[in-house]
């Protein structure tokens, strides 16, 4: 059996510690917000598109719905969320934006540009960075 590949040959952990470095560069930014990063994403998501199931939420993060259900009791406790009843189908529960939730977007500014100031890297480079990793994730849940 060969032996494995140095970490710092694999894919996998240049991502994960690209992700990583990503998240602590967030971290400062976030901490003055009292946001975690996944609570982040959550806002984020529904900053695009508002009412949104949890189900839906899930999807666009790629997580499970068991996942996000936590994350947004956190954020409905923080005043940044409520959870409705959708009116022509009861059976389901929309997550919705309070003005203190839709005002945070404006604090937030983009947070992606801030993360492309701090690399030093040029634009065009990050972004077609960002099309290659999508194209891997694509490539990956094709065959998965």
Request: proline share 6%; with cysteine.
């Amino acid at each position: 059996m060969a032996a494995p590949w140095p970490l710092d040959e694999q894919l996998c952990f240049a991502l994960y510690a690209a992700n990583m470095a990503i998240q602590r560069t967030y971290k400062p930014l976030l901490d003055r917000l009292g946001l975690t990063y996944p609570q982040y994403l959550a806002l984020h998501v529904l900053w695009e598109e508002d009412a949104r199931t949890i189900g839906a939420i899930a999807q666009r993060l790629a997580l499970e719905s068991s996942t996000v259900t936590p994350l947004v009791k956190r954020l409905e406790v923080a005043g940044l969320v409520a959870r409705r009843r959708d009116p022509h189908d009861e059976r389901q529960v929309r997550v919705c934006l309070t003005p203190a939730g839709l005002d945070l977007r404006e604090q937030c500014g983009c947070l992606g540009e801030e993360l492309m100031a701090r690399t030093g890297m040029p634009v065009e480079h990050l972004r077609g960075l960002q099309g290659e990793v999508l194209a891997l994730r694509r490539a990956l849940d094709d065959r998965g």
